[in-house]
């Protein structure tokens, strides 16, 4: 499916959470080794929403909280990238959950 709705990627999600180091499932070292900081989120937010323009969003299942989670894959820089995203339960906007690097 090429995605129509309203995209929504929420500046928290990247200053307060891909950005931020974590003990477990971190995201920023190698967020950081692409060129994305904090003082250039919105580098990250723009190539993110470039990924959920030009590729497919796949249905992933439903979530558990209410709405259809969706993969979507595609480049940051060099590298491949699983985004996910959760779809309303009305299909009235498309909200930014998580990346990561695509496993081979």
Do not use: C
Request: aromatic share 12%.
């Amino acid at each position: 499916m090429n995605v129509r709705y309203s995209i929504v990627i929420e500046k928290a999600k990247i200053t307060d959470y891909l950005l931020v180091w974590k003990e477990k499932n971190d995201k920023s070292v190698f967020l950081n080794h692409l060129g994305y900081y904090q003082n250039n989120w919105e580098d990250l937010q723009n190539d993110i929403l470039n990924i959920v323009q030009n590729n497919e969003a796949i249905f992933q299942r439903n979530a558990p909280f209410g709405g259809t989670l969706h993969k979507v894959t595609g480049e940051l820089k060099d590298k491949r990238v699983v985004t996910i995203w959760l779809l309303a339960d009305d299909n009235s906007i498309f909200r930014f959950v998580t990346l990561y690097p695509e496993k081979h």
